[in-house]
Structure formats: C-alpha cells, structure tokens
C-alpha cells in the first residue's frame, strides 16, 4: 500500500479516481432505488402500502445522503484536485471531480437526519395531498405546508449566511442564480408579457370547443405513445405509465421513464403533458452514456431541464410545423370529433390564449404570470410575512394582480400543485420560466445552424433538431453550469429576449397584433 | 446512560426492545425496497435497464445484509434473551428476539460482499435466461449455471460441517428439513404416486379440447381479477400484473403483489398461476399486522408458503364446489368456447392427468414426480457427480425414469425453470411437494372443524376457509417453526396420509379407479 505513494502520479491518480467512481457508483444505485420507490408510488402502489413506502423511501435516501458525505469521500476528491485541474476543463475526469466536490461540499452541510426526514415527509405529504386535493381540504394540508416551511427554512440555515433565505433553496434547482437576479429577471419579462396578455385578451378568445368533448382514453395514450416515439423518445430505454401528477424519472441511462394523466374531455391535457415529459427524458436519454451512474450523469439544473420540456412542449409540440405533419393521424385516431374541424382551427384552438386558472392548463402566455405569482407567494411563506393558513386569500389576491380572475375553491387555487406540500418549498417553480425563457433561446441558436428544421418537422422529421440538442446540450450532462452551457450553446448569456419575441411572433400572427412585424410568417421560423 | 442499568429490568428492555424494533424495521424497509427492484425487473423494466437494475439489487441488498449483521444487534438480541425467555413462548416478543436472534445466527455466518454477488449474479441471470429459454439457447445458461453451483456450495460452506452440502440451503427454505428426511419422504411419495400415475395413464386421457382455442387475454385478466378477489385477495393492499414467470411478492403489510402469465391459447396457464399466487398473498395478507416490519411478519417457509398456494390452486382451484360456483361467470366470459361444454366435461378436462414436459403445467397427480426429478438432480450437480454441460442429458434420462418422456429441446427441458440459473440452488423446488402434501393435511384439518366449507364455497362463499386459515396459520407470520406450526393447526406431525387420500378419492372417482372407495362424493369432502 506505501508504495502507491512512490508510484507515478498518473498511476496512483487512477486507482483513486476509480475508487472515487466506485462510491458514486453506490451513491447514483442507491438514489436510483429511491426513485423507483417515487416511481412506484405515483403509478401502482396500492392503497394502504403508503405509510410504509414511505419509511423504504426514507431509509434509502437517508443512506444515500450518509454514502455522499462519508469522510473517505471527501478525502479522495481533496486528493484528486491537482489531478482535475491538470485536464482540460471539458475531459469527463476533470468535470466528474469538479462537480462531485460541488456537490460533497453542500452535502456534508444537510445532516442525514434533515434527509431522510424530508424524504419520510414528502411520501406521506403526497399521500396526503392525492386524496386533500379532489375534497377540496385545505385544512388538512396546512399543517404539511407548515412543515414544509419550517424544513426549507432548516435547510437555508445549513447554508447561512445567505442574502435571502431563498436562495440556497433557489441555488439548489439553478446554480447561479439568486433570488435577486430572479426578481430583476421576472420584473423584465413581467412588463414585456402584461401588454401581450392585455392586447390578446381585449380579443375574444380562440374557439376550442374541438379539443373539448369525449377522447377515449386508450386512443389517447396510443397517439401519446406514438408522438413521443416519433420524436425520438426511445421505449427500449423507457416506458410511459399512468400517473395523477405526470413527471419524469431518470432510473439509469438505460431506463428513463415518462408518465401521463389522460382527460378524457379535453385532449389538451395527455397531448402537451406528453410532449413535456418526453423532451425531459430526451435530455436525460441523451446524455453520454458513459457519464451513467456520476454526479455528471443527468442534466445540469432544473431550469435548463424545463428548457426542454418546454422546447418540445412549446416551441415544437404547439407549432404549425408539427401539427402539419401530426393533425391528419390525430383526426384519424378522432374522425368524430375532428375530421371537420380546418388545420387552422385546430391551431388556433391550441395556442388559445385566456386568464385560467391552473398552471399545468395555462397557455404559453400566460403561464409566466402563474409562476411568478407563486415565486412571490413562496418568499412571502419563507420569509414568514405570509402565513400557511393565509395562503388561500394570498392566492387569490395574487390571481387577481397578475391574471385579474380568482379561483372559486382551493382545488382550482392553491392546492393544484404538489410541489409546496411535499417540501419543495422555495427554488420550486422558477425553473419552469426560466426554462421557457431558454426553450426559445435554444431553439434560435439550433434554427441558425439548421434552418431546415421547421420544413422538416412539417414531414415528420425531428432528427436534425434532437441530433443538435443532443450534441450541443444532452450529451454533456451536468459538466457545465447551466450559465456556461447557455453561453457555449448560444454564444450569449440568458436573455428574455428570443422568447420575448418567439411569443410576439407567433400570438402577432394569430391574433393580428399591431405592434408586431412580419406577420403571416411561421412563428418558428422566425425567431 | 448508566442510570439504565438501575432501572426496573422491564424499563430497560422495553427501550431495547424498541431499538432491537427500530434497527429490524430498517433491515425489512431495505429488504423491500429490493423486492420493489426486483418486482420491477420482472414486470415494467425497460430492455435496456437491465444492467444498472443489476446493480441497484446488490447495493441494496448488500446494505440490508450489513445492517442484519451488526454488531450492535447481536449485543441486543443478547442482552433481552432472559426477557424473551421469561415471557410465554408465543407472545410477540418472546418470539421477535427469538427468531431474529437465530437469523442473526445464520446471518453472521455469511459475508456481505457474498449477498452482493449473489444479487448481482441472479438479476444479471434473470435477464439472461429471459432470452435464452424462448431462443433454446442452453449454451449461453451453463456459465450461469456453473455460477450458481458455486455460489451454491460456497453458501453450503459458510455452514460447515453439515452431513450433505445441500442441508443448508434446505434448511433456509424449510427448516428443520435435510437432504436425508426429504428423501425420505419423497420415497414415501413416489411409491405412492407411481400405481396412481400408472392406473390413470393405462386410461385414455381426459378431453381437454375445450381449455386449448383462443381466450382474448382481457378477458382472462378480468376474471382472474373478479376470482382472486372473491376468494379474499385484498386489491386495497395489492395488485395484479403481468410477468413471463408469475410470482407473489411482499413490501409490507399494505402492499402484498401477485403477477399472472396469459396464454391466450389455453386458458389454463393464468386461471390456476393467479389462484396459485393467490394462494400465496392470502398467507401474506392474513400475518398480523402487528408484525409487519419484523423477521416474524412473513409467512414461516417455503413448504409451508407452498400450502397455501397448492391449496387455493388445486384443493380449492381445481375442486368441484369451487366451480360449481365459478364456471358459469366463466361460460359468460367466453360464450363461444364454454357455453356448450357441460360441467361435468369442464370439471374433468381441469384435472386431466398426462405425462407432461412442464412442470408448471402439470396436473397435480403428476407434478411431484417433476419435482422429485429436480431434487435428484440439483443433488448431483451439488455433489459434484453431474457436471451443467451434462445437465442436457441428465433431465431427459430423468424424465423417461420418472415419467416416461422426454423433451425435444432445453426450452421444454432444463431451461424451464429460472431457479436454479439465478442461483436457487439447492433447496430450490423441493418445497413445492412439501406444500402439496401440507395443503390436503391442512384443508382436513379445516374441513374438520367446518364441513360446511364444500357446499358454501359451491355458491361463491370463501371466508369460512378463508378465517379458520388466518386463525390458525396466517396470523402468526413465523412465530413457529414449521413443524410446530403443523403439529398445532393439524394435531401430528408432516404426513403424506391426507395429501395421497386426497388424491385416490379425487382422481378415483374421476377415472374410476378400482382400489378406492367411496366414489361419487366429491373429493374435497373426503379427505
């Protein structure tokens, strides 16, 4: 063993280098263990195994969290250092030690204790919100969002002295980002999107009544299914199950998972939930395999994740281009309710534009204003300016500032989202703007250098675009920070300003706004 | 601290007591969350994530074995051994430390890095043999087989001495059983079931023509669901879904899982395979709750967990009252194919006696010869004496010996059965016979105290079995070895008595055989 020392560095470098691969390896396993317990939960859990899935999910997590903070650890990534900063910045070894230590040192901050009660916490939170939601039970979550609270506030602390006692929470999802440069970010796109809003909505609204009615549900997963499929979404490495809050979940390189809720009075709601989960699990199933199982195996922030989600969602999945080629197998799966209904209605019925109610519902337009009424709620709670059982009027008051409509119960208001009550509290929602202010972003730098991608999705082809959001974003994990990744990716920091005009030419056509320029045009190809 | 030692003795076993609770809640949480990885595997994994499911397994397990062999725990079960011994014997505490003191025992015994390998080696072979069977690809099975006879005998040796190397891995499936007194036993058997075999082969077999044609697998899902839950499968603690090798599997108290093969082109295979690990979940459904979480919340061994399958499977499944209850819902199902055929040719063509190639087909007359085959042979390849490449030829010189045919290919041979390949070797299938012969000892001793149990369960009414089995075997999880707990539910010990009675009265009414009397009653109210 004292030879080592004696041996040339490269030599002893790698044992300690695979001896470091070796207990991320257990680390990722055993997280991975966990989300299948997640999984598991949302989809086909039987009833009353919640209480002690719960306590599995806890003891997993809690040993992951003890793996990830052990000593022997933190030592072997100390002593790898002058090795990493010895590569380029970009080889796979440099990133892997650079971003484990990132990780290594907020970790040994949150003691295993604080991990698995947040993790005991959030099963039965969830629990408890599957049935509080439908009953319109308020009461019951209070005391969980309280909780919740108090552990968001407890994890701030591991991480004082802060600047706001958000933004340790906030780091967490977005690395790099405070709640100061959220508020400076959301006040921008905020004056932007109110005169858009207002100059939509003073129109009446688009008529959807095609999309609303009776879609069988097993026609609606078929379709899902073969949507995302087309896409390029790979089955041989995922599946697609049924779920009441639809998510994605990343198991290994070789199984990333999708789920899905299906309406079936409104076929809106499978259709861009599907596309949304599927462009996260092309991220996750496009990063380089060989990353698999390290701390730079998955994407690299939240933000940047709902990039994607939002891309495919969005900017693809409500584009002309797409339904060019998708509406006629959508009328066909629907020739009742749809084989009537002209192209153009269909699209304008699914880029409708309305003040509503529940954000996962929410057009393109108008969601930011949904997120940033919750950002600021959720400062409000953190800061303790806003009580739990206040919640419920703050909301409302908070609807009618930025959305000038209120809900009439808690179901449609602040009990719609999971996020809060489970503990996410804090960092929770700003993710999604944020991704939405790079969906566009993204998606210019990926039309510049293949223009050909609108008239090609027109015939059913997305491989140009996934191939170059696989090389130019998917493959590389989390080696970058989301603001490195942004300026390598599009040559520029963020900026609202792609998607500032991503929306003004699309809604500029469709509603014939007069403040915009180039009408007529594709919005895609013209931003 | 050392005030605790001046404390009345109880105090001071109750807070071992309740850190001996709290340190095996945490071994049953982790054990779980592995049969969730593996109930996974077996039912929902993608293709591609087979290799890090691998992986998963063997951390998790390996961890769960850790913690199962702490020291910490051994000083415990210790220390409140005089405290278990002062209270009555069947008492939940008496029995807890007493039974997790000999796993802990057992445990010590064998090193983690062995109980990763063993993981990792069985999901790694699982997958393998997935493909191989259909592709009769035995070759790509040897190496594995190979592996799992050493892995085999290297457990046999962390038991050191034994009288035959496969006693401990029979005594971890049915203890207090050996190599000698299964032998035993099986002789006892075979010389029973071989007349029996034979005077029912010398007859032409029964016409089976109406459970062979095509059943639409909806079909056969939804009413193997509508059975499983009249007989008393709770779905608000389980579920039911589909797998290529059906199994039952426990996560806890609130969540036991059966899964169910369809075979569109006989009926046969998910009809009896669902009430088979029907069978087995009502065992672990009806443990006492107050159980769950501990070494003692789980059915008490393999032979005995057998028991109850066989007996839901053929005492009850393949019996006269049960579908003098269920066949017409059946005729319903499938109006085309059934509703013409008589009961009487339905009643015959499930119990049809043949010669047969596999073993999970096999009618229970000759099923045990199947089983007496494999403990022949998982002997020798333990032994030594038959070497995996000769495997091949062995199975069919043993299937002409013990029935009298032999396979055209692995797929129908050797390669049936996953166990031996993913390292269930030794100890493996023998369990089978010792449930059959405990599930007619069993149901006598139920008909005993409630002869009405035949004609109530002829007009679809299950709870009177259903109850006496819970209050007499469920319920007590393994609070009793296997012998006690026959002994105490029968009033003797093991006997092969009730299970050939059964059988003669059964099949010699079917076949009119000429050595048995008593014709014409119904065999379930015979034994």
Known sequence: MDNAKHKPQSASANAKLAELKRRLLEISDLRAAGALLSWDQATYLPKRGAAARARQGAIVSRLAHEKSIATELGNLLEELE?????????????????????????????????????????????????????????????????????????????????????????????????????????????????????????????????????????EQLEFGLSVVKRIGYDFDRG?????????????????????????????????????????????????????????????????????????????????????????????????????KVPFDAFYRAINRVERSLIRTDADEVTYDLH??????????????????????????????????????????????????????????????????????????AALKAHPEIPSEMAVGEFNTLHAWLREHLYQHGRKFKPHELVQRTTGGPMSTKPYIAYLRAKYGELYQLPSVEMRGRSAEEHI
């Open 239 to 339: 599946r697609l199950d049924k779920t009441l809050h639809p998510f994605c979940t990343r198991l290994s390189a070789g199984d990333v998972r999708i789920t899905t809720r299906v309406n079936e009075s409104d076929i809106r709601e499978a259709l861009f939930s599907n596309l949304h989960e599927a462009g996260h699990a092309l991220y996750e199933q496009g990063v380089n395999p060989a990353l698999d199982g390290t701390p730079i195996g998955r994407g690299t922030s939240v933000g940047v994740h709902e990039s994607q989600s939002r891309l495919w969602e969005n900017v693809v999945g409500r584009g002309r281009s797409f339904w060019q080629y998708f509406y006629p197998f959508l009328q066909r799966a629907y020739p009742d309710q749809l084989s």
């Open 82 to 218: 002058p090795y990493a900063t010895s590569l380029p910045y970009e080889s796979k070894e440099a990133s892997l030690v650079r971003v484990a230590r990132r990780d290594f040192e907020k970790a040994i901050k949150v003691p295993s204790d604080y991990v698995a009660r947040v993790s005991a916490f959030g099963a039965a939170a969830y629990d408890a919100w599957k049935r509080a939601r439908p009953a319109n039970d308020l009461a019951t979550m209070v005391p969980f969002l309280e909780k919740a609270i108090d552990l968001g506030r407890e994890y701030a602390d591991f991480f004082a002295p802060y600047e706001h006692v958000a933004d340790p929470l906030i780091d967490d999802a977005d690395e790099g980002m405070t709640t100061a440069s959220i508020r400076t970010l959301f006040a921008e796109l905020r004056s932007e999107l109110v005169p858009i809003v207002q100059a939509i909505c003073s129109q009446p609204p688009a008529d959807d009544i095609c999309l609303r009615g009776s879609f069988g549900e097993a």
């Open 371 to 444: 997120i940033m009424l919750r950002f600021e709620l959720e400062l409000e709670l953190l800061e303790g300016r806003l009580r739990a059982k206040d919640l419920s009027d703050a909301w409302c008051a908070g609807m009618q500032n930025y959305l000038g409509i209120a809900p009439a119960d808690d179901r449609d208001g602040c009990l719609q989202d999971v996020h809060w009550y489970t503990g996410s509290m804090g960092g929770a929602f700003q993710s999604y703007t944020i991704g939405n202010i790079l969906s566009a972003q993204f998606y210019v």
